[in-house]
C-alpha cells in the first residue's frame, strides 16, 4: 500500500534529464492497461511505461486532490455541471477523420488548470492551404463555457496555432496524432492518397500565435521523414515508445515501420529487419507496445492479431476473424502489461462479433465472447474499442471489459460487459442492453474515465453513435455516456453523423475543467463537453 500512497512523487523521481513534463492524452494512452495487485510485483514498469503513471496519478488519488488538477482556486466556482453550455467551434476547416482521436495536454498535474499551457490539438482529415484552410490546429482557454462562468475567462478557446502541414499535394491527417511530454513537440502521419500513394512522419515544434481558422500559416520547425512510398496510412496512428523514443506505425501495404529519435533527437528510419510485413496489402490496425515484454501487439484487415518481437522482427500469429464481410480487425489492441494478456474485437469471426482475450507471450487464445451477430449477417460494419472499468485496475475480478457490439440476431447497436476471474474473461456477458432500434446507427470506441469529484466517484464511459439517436439520420447522431455503476442509464447530446474519438482531460473542480473533446463527422465543428452532464 505504501508503494501506491508514493505515486505522486514518483511522478518527480523518473525525472531523468531537467526538462519540464506534463501529462498527454491521447489515442494510446488507455490501451496501455494494467491492475494495482499486478503492478505492485512489476514496480518497475511505472518508470518504463509513462502512461501507465499517468493513469496511476489520475485514478489512484482521495477527491479533491492536488494532482491532475484537482485543486480548485476559485471555491466559489466547484459545480461544472450547471445548465451553461460549454464550447464548439465552427466551422473548423475540417474534421478528425472517424474513429480517429484529437489529443489533449495538461501542462501540471499538480497545479491549477492551466488556461495558457493547457491545450488540445485537432489532427484534421482534410488538406492543408496556406493562408487558408488549416490542418492541424489547437486551442487553449480551454475551460470557458458561453455564460462567461467558467474558470477562464471570456466564453471561447483561443486558437493556440492552426497550420496547413500539407507537405505533397492532397496530403491529410487521417490517423491521430501524438504528442511529446513537454507538450511542445506533436507526432503525426500525413497521408496521400490517389497516384502517389505515401505516407509522411512529421514532427511539428509549435509556436503560440501562428495562424488562425482559415488563414493557415506554414510550419516554421517540422522535421518530415517519409517512411511509405507505396501506400498511404489510413488507420494506423503512431505509437511513441517514450523511454526510448521509437514511434512505430504501419501503413496500408501491411507493414510496420520503426522510426527512432522522435522527440529527443532527429527522426529516422531504422533497417532491418524493419519495416516488418505483417499483411502484405493489407491496412493494419494501430500497434501497441507491451514494453515490458519487447512486444508489438497489431492486428490486420485479414483478421489476425500480430505479435512482433521487436528486437528481432519475428512475427507470430492468431486467427480471430473468420472469412466473409468485415472479418478485418480495425481497432487497436488493447494491452493488459501487468498480466501478460492483449485484447481485440473483430466484427465478424464467421459466426459473430466478437471481443478475444489472448496471452500476449504465447499468443494463445484465454478466452473469447459473443457480443452479437455483427457482420456475420452480410451487413458491413466494424467493430471498434472496447474500455475497462476504473475496478479493473485494482484487480480484473474486480472489474469489467465494455464494449458497443450489436443485437443477437440484428444490426442494432448493443452494449455488453464482461467479468473475470483472475486474468481471464467471462466467455458469457454479465450484463447485455440495446441502445437503439435502429439497423442504421453504428457506435464509435469507448473511452473509460474515472472521476473521484463527482458523488462518491464517477466511472465514465463515453462513446457515439451515427444516427437516429435523438433524431432521424445523420443528423440524429449523438455523443453518449454512460456510469460503471448505471449502465442502463444513456445520456446523449446531438453530434451530426456521431463523434470521432473521444479524449478526456482531467477531474478538476474548477468550472468547465473536467470535460471531454471530440469533433462531429458530419459538420465541421469541434466541441467540448463537460463529463458530467454533456453540457
Not at 493556440?160 to 491521430?176: E, M, R, W
Not at 481497432?331 to 466484427?347: K, Q, R, S, W, Y
Not at 437516429?468 to 456510469?483: I, S, W, Y
Request: negative net charge; hydrophobic residues 40%; glycine residues 12%.
Amino acid at each position: 500500500m505504501a508503494f501506491f500512497v508514493l505515486v505522486p512523487s514518483m511522478c518527480a523521481q523518473g525525472v531523468v534529464v531537467p526538462r519540464h513534463t506534463g501529462v498527454p492524452q491521447d489515442w494510446s494512452q488507455r490501451h496501455i492497461v494494467f491492475s494495482r495487485d499486478a503492478l505492485a510485483r512489476h514496480p518497475d514498469l511505472i518508470y518504463r511505461e509513462a502512461r501507465i503513471l499517468h493513469q496511476a496519478i489520475q485514478r489512484w488519488q482521495a477527491p479533491n486532490s492536488n494532482v491532475f488538477h484537482g485543486v480548485d482556486p476559485l471555491p466559489t466556482a466547484v459545480d461544472n455541471s450547471g445548465l451553461q453550455r460549454d464550447w464548439n467551434v465552427s466551422p473548423l476547416g475540417g474534421k478528425v477523420a472517424a474513429f480517429n482521436f484529437p489529443a489533449k495536454f495538461s501542462f501540471d498535474v499538480g497545479a491549477p488548470p492551466d488556461c495558457t499551457n493547457d491545450y488540445v490539438v485537432f489532427g484534421l482529415s482534410s488538406a492543408g492551404v496556406t493562408g487558408g484552410t488549416a490542418n492541424l490546429v489547437a486551442f487553449n482557454n480551454l475551460y470557458v463555457n458561453s455564460s462567461g462562468t467558467g474558470f477562464c475567462s471570456g466564453t471561447a478557446p483561443n486558437v493556440l496555432f492552426a497550420y496547413n502541414t500539407t507537405t505533397v499535394t492532397g496530403g491529410k491527417i487521417t490517423t491521430s496524432p501524438i504528442l511529446s511530454l513537454d507538450g511542445t513537440k506533436i507526432g503525426f502521419v500525413e497521408s496521400v492518397p490517389g497516384a502517389t500513394h505515401s505516407a509522411i512522419f512529421h514532427v511539428l515544434t509549435w509556436t503560440a500565435g501562428q495562424g488562425s481558422i482559415g488563414g493557415a500559416a506554414v510550419p516554421t520547425a517540422m522535421i518530415s521523414l517519409p517512411f511509405s512510398l507505396s501506400a498511404n496510412d489510413s488507420g494506423s496512428s503512431p505509437w511513441i515508445d517514450y523511454a526510448n523514443d521509437i514511434v512505430y506505425v504501419g501503413a496500408d501495404n501491411g507493414l510496420v515501420y520503426k522510426i527512432t529519435g522522435v522527440f529527443h533527437g532527429v527522426p529516422a528510419l531504422s533497417g532491418s529487419p524493419w519495416p516488418v510485413t505483417v499483411s502484405t496489402g493489407l491496412h493494419v490496425t494501430s500497434p501497441v507496445l507491451d514494453s515490458g515484454l519487447g512486444l508489438l501487439m497489431v492486428g490486420s484487415g485479414n483478421g489476425n492479431l500480430y505479435q512482433i518481437n521487436t528486437a528481432t522482427g519475428v512475427l507470430a500469429a492468431l486467427p480471430v476473424g473468420g472469412a466473409g464481410t468485415s472479418h478485418g480487425i480495425v481497432a487497436a489492441p488493447l494491452v493488459d502489461i501487468t498480466n501478460g494478456t492483449t485484447f481485440v474485437v473483430d466484427g465478424n469471426d464467421g459466426t459473430s462479433a466478437v471481443l478475444v482475450e489472448v496471452d500476449t507471450v504465447s499468443m494463445t487464445l484465454l478466452s473469447k465472447g459473443g457480443i452479437g451477430q455483427g457482420a456475420a449477417g452480410g451487413t458491413a460494419l466494424n467493430i471498434h474499442d472496447p474500455d475497462f472499468s476504473n475496478n479493473y485496475y485494482t484487480t480484473p475480478t474486480n472489474g469489467v471489459i465494455r464494449v458497443c457490439g450489436t443485437g443477437a440476431a440484428d444490426t442494432t447497436p448493443w452494449q455488453y460487459a464482461f467479468k473475470f476471474t483472475g486474468r481471464t474473461m467471462h466467455t458469457t456477458p454479465s450484463f447485455s442492453q440495446q441502445l437503439l432500434t435502429s439497423t442504421a446507427a453504428r457506435c464509435t470506441g469507448l473511452t473509460e474515465f474515472f472521476n473521484p469529484n463527482v458523488g462518491s466517484g464517477t466511472d465514465y464511459f463515453f462513446f457515439g453513435l451515427t444516427s437516429d439517436c435523438t433524431a432521424a439520420g445523420g443528423a440524429g447522431g449523438c455523443v453518449a455516456e454512460v456510469t460503471d455503476a448505471d449502465p442502463t442509464t444513456v445520456l446523449t447530446t446531438t453530434v451530426t453523423n456521431g463523434p470521432s474519438g473521444i479524449v478526456v482531460d482531467n477531474y478538476s473542480t474548477a468550472a468547465e475543467a473536467a470535460s471531454i473533446y471530440l469533433t462531429a463527422e458530419g459538420v465541421n465543428t469541434a466541441y467540448k463537453f463537460t463529463q458530467n452532464g454533456l453540457q
